[in-house]
Nanobody, 124 residues
């Protein structure tokens, strides 16, 4: 079993930066792929970015490429999502998820464990 706790959400002005953290605990959590998803009101949950357990493989949605950066240090935990040049379309609940399948999945169904989510609101 793996437990995930997100933090760092809140209100930020458009153009600003914010860093989200995903703290994982439990069995062999450092060997899991970590993905950050987001869900805006009335929309489906979408993958924002994901990083393999070693950090060697990453995925970024087109909408955040060049603005968001994932990083992880398995010795230190957690996994960070640095969000720069935010705009109103980034407003959503952000979820951290873990997958032990050895892949960098892009679908929510590929992830086994989920955090409770953290609200991020970008004001224009």
């Amino acid at each position: 079993q793996v437990q995930l706790v997100e933090s760092g959400g809140g209100l930020v002005q458009a153009g600003g930066s914010r860093r989200l953290s995903c703290a994982a605990s439990g069995r062999a959590c450092s060997t899991y792929t970590i993905g950050w998803f987001r869900q805006a009101p009335g929309k489906e949950r979408e993958l924002v970015a994901a990083i393999s357990w070693s950090g060697a493989r990453t995925y970024y949605a087109d909408s955040v490429k060049g603005r968001f950066t994932l990083s992880r240090d398995n010795a230190k935990n957690p996994v960070y999502l640095q969000m720069n040049r935010r705009h109103s379309a980034d407003t959503a609940v952000y979820y951290c998820a873990a997958d032990n399948g050895g892949r960098v999945g892009v679908f929510a169904g590929e992830y086994d464990y989920w955090g409770q989510g953290t609200q991020v609101t970008v004001s224009s």
